[in-house]
């Protein structure tokens, strides 16, 4: 049997750092089916949390900012939000849930 996943990217802006928004655009995405195997809390966060590094990444202390797993993690932020079909690893569901709870910087 061929498993095939569907994969969607999101072009990241600003306004993804936004958790209403976010749940909003989570909604959209599970009605129309465009990803499955995911709940809308899972989408909503895992969006989320990909923008709220995206845009604070810039208080991010220079001698944690400049190191190689800090610069992979903003590029790949920056290069948008990519969802596919049963989500990412539980580990970073949970980063992203983390992300989720923190307070707003900017």
Not at 75 to 95: F, K, Q, Y
Request: glycine share 4%; hydrophobic share 40%.
């Amino acid at each position: 049997m061929n498993d095939v996943r569907k994969h969607m990217n999101i072009p990241m802006t600003t306004a993804l750092n936004n958790r209403a928004y976010c749940k909003e655009m989570a909604r959209n995405i599970e009605r129309e089916g465009l990803i499955t195997g995911m709940t809308t809390s899972q989408l909503s966060c895992e969006i989320f949390a990909h923008a709220y590094v995206f845009c604070n990444f810039k208080y991010v202390p220079g001698i944690i900012r400049n190191t190689a797993f800090a610069k992979s993690a903003y590029h790949s932020t920056a290069d948008g939000v990519d969802l596919e079909d049963n989500g990412d690893s539980l580990v970073r569901r949970i980063a992203y849930r983390v992300i989720w709870l923190m307070p707003s910087v900017a």
